[in-house]
Nanobody
């Protein structure tokens, strides 16, 4: 089990950028990290995932080319760089962890952070 603490959310205008960070406490080898988001009235959506060991990444179609997930193995952090933000990116963003290969399915993840709000205005 790991503990996850997100930061970096905020409000930005459309076209702007934000970087979310997640501090990971605990054993990270053989784990994947994911960023998910949930807008009011909508299901939780996986946006990006990274396999900790080799940095292999995967993105949802809705964010590919705009968002970049990365990890810093020295600081035990995983980040989500978000560029060209759109109003439809507005949501609570969560960091999550699972044992095994990267996945964008929330049901595959066991450990979750508290979330950080991202609001994009038009």
């Amino acid at each position: 089990q790991v503990q996850l603490v997100e930061s970096g959310g905020g409000s930005v205008q459309a076209g702007g950028s934000l970087t979310l960070s997640c501090v990971v406490s605990g054993y990270t080898s053989s784990r994947s990290m994911g960023w998910f988001r949930q807008a009011p009235g909508k299901e939780r959506e996986g946006v990006a995932s990274i396999y900790w060991y080799d940095g292999n990444r995967y993105y949802a179609d809705s964010v590919r080319g705009r968002f970049t997930i990365s990890r810093d193995t020295t600081k035990n952090t995983v980040s989500l760089q978000m560029n060209s933000l759109k109003p439809e990116d507005t949501a609570m963003y969560y960091c999550a962890s699972r044992v095994g290969w990267r996945s964008l399915s929330s049901s595959d993840y066991n450990d979750w952070g508290q979330g950080t709000q991202v609001t994009v205005s038009s």
